[in-house]
């Protein structure tokens, strides 16, 4: 191969990945909050998971993608391995789409295709189109990748060099196992490595039975991107990559075993899949079709074969790492550096993540509450140690989102990234201040103060509007529900004029303790209380304000829903 030769296949392969990008961020920007949801989906069902697992691969146009993100997922305690195991199926048939579309000969619409997207994504003033244009744009590119690496290597076809090198892989299967091994390791995508090889199919420089052991190195080579991102995950998330890894191996096994044993298989399996493809209505199929068909094939065989049989292969692979499941302990349990390849799976992590950090937040403010009212300095520990753990989780996950790739985005998810920094530092300081509610506690504690009847009403009022408050905030953030942030708004209004009555209440008591209606210092602590809690409705107010201008109107700059504070 001269320098020309590759210097072309290069360029032709960095076109056809890079268009391939484009394409899956298109995608993903277009449907990334429904695809969301579909992942939410997720049952115990294993054929359930191979349906997740097809759809969410055939979107974002990488296997590796996928079971890198359902590594993180086990590793965070959010999936099984029984259920990672239907989705790596899935994935598997999923990343077969990709290789049906680029089997289209397409090349001499690549230009029409990236006209068209270019002039759409550039000169749109509706992110909707712009993100269809980035698809239409990437798609071009991606089949201009790919005839430009099947024209590089249209000389091969006539290089006996070449041409013995090729025949041998017919002869040696193993060879061609490696080859797709080594390729797919290289370029981390087994559709880019599908791409080169249908490149050499079309140029003719490769014939179907040599190229059938490259396509089953490919499915094994594929593996290594799992197995890699589950260095230094816990012991379930290992074993999700191995069972990755042991699916696809034992696939193309038994396909190599044919391959050896079974005389002319790669002719019998091409006539086999000619049939098929007539059945599907494709009459004399090309050999870049037929190459795609038995793609797709070979991984919906395998995975129909080995489906009843999940359970057995958890056993197979708890053999090969042995163990107990340990779960490494850290302040943040849903977010994990693996799900930054696929950002939108990252926001609704973090969106849990935020959850899990309010319901610790909530929970300390009614725990400091009640001590106080109950007179109860058990709960100052709890409390404290609780607060030490949401300053943890704060740090972890501003650092988290800073993280996340913006490039795969829409703008609704980008803003939703930069409110929820401000969610998080309120939640944050909800922690503060029932942090500092103990130390009221403890003020009340040692000097045995004593409320009025009056006073401890009023705070059991507040108390149960703000308890109120705090779980329409938690479902605000988990709903996006601008009908509950009007409610947020309203009440907090409401606690608003409550503290100013409260305060005017109390200092006129207080002014009148020399008749010994109210002790000073009770007094005092009352109004620190209230203006904890008063700060703390402030800070839900916040959070409320920040999901409402997630959802502002694109063009006008206004709010989609007005939000009418009652």
Known sequence: MGIDMAIGLLGGLGLFIYGMKQMSEGLQKTAGKRLRHFLAAMTSKPIMGVGVGTAITAIIQSSSATT???????????????????????????????????????????FHAIAIGAFTYLFSKSKKFQYIGQVFLGFGLLFLGLETMGDTMAPLE?????????ESFAQYPILGILTGIVVTVAVQSSS???GILLGLVTAGAIHYEAAIPILLGSNIGTTVTAILSAIGAN??????????????????????????????????LQNLLIDVSAFF?????????????????????????????TGFMVYLV??????????????????????????????????????????????MVCDSVDGFLNKDGEVIKKIRHHEDIVNEM?????????????????????????????????????????????????????????????AQSTIQEVYSIICEVLDKTLELIETDNLEIAAEILAAEEKLD????????????????????????????????????????SDQMADIAHSIIEIYEDESTGQEVKEVNVV
């Not at 209505?281 to 049989?309: D, K, M, Y």
């Open 68 to 110: 890198v993100m359902v590594v993180g997922f086990v590793n965070a305690g959010l999936m099984t391995l029984f259920q990672s195991i239907g989705v790596i199926m899935g994935a598997n048939i999923g990343t077969t789409v990709t290789a049906q579309l680029i089997a289209f000969k397409l090349g001499d619409y690549a």
């Open 158 to 166: 006539s290089s006996p060099v070449f041409i013995d090198w090729m």
């Open 192 to 194: 880019a490595s599908f």
């Open 235 to 268: 012991l379930t998330a290992k074993r999700a990559a191995a069972a990755h890894f042991l699916f696809n191996v034992l696939g193309a096994g038994i396909m190599i075993a044919f391959l050896y044993l079974v005389p002319d298989f790669g002719g019998l």
């Open 281 to 309: 209505g494709q009459i004399n199929p090309s050999e870049e079709r037929l190459l795609a068909n038995t793609h797709t094939f070979f991984n919906v065989l395998n995975t129909l074969l080995w489906l009843p049989f």
């Open 318 to 363: 708890k053999k090969m790492l042995p163990g107990e499941d340990l779960t490494l302990k850290r302040g943040t349990t849903f977010i994990d550096d693996r799900m930054l390849s696929t950002p939108y799976v990252a926001i609704d992590q973090v969106k849990k993540e935020i959850l899990a950090m309010g319901k610790i937040s909530k929970d």
């Open 394 to 454: 704060e740090e972890e996950l501003l650092h988290f989102i800073q993280k996340i790739p913006q490039g795969q985005l829409n703008d609704v998810d980008i803003r939703t990234l930069d409110k929820y920094f401000a969610v998080v530092d309120d939640i944050e300081s909800i922690a503060d201040d029932a942090d500092d509610i103990t130390e009221l506690i403890e003020n009340r504690l040692e000097n045995k103060l004593k409320f009025s009847s009056d």
């Open 497 to 536: 004029q409550m503290q100013i009555q409260f305060r005017q209440e109390s200092i006129s008591r207080i002014k009148g303790s020399e008749k010994g209606s109210c002790d000073p210092n009770s007094g005092i602590i009352l109004l620190e209380l209230l203006d904890d809690l008063e700060h703390i």
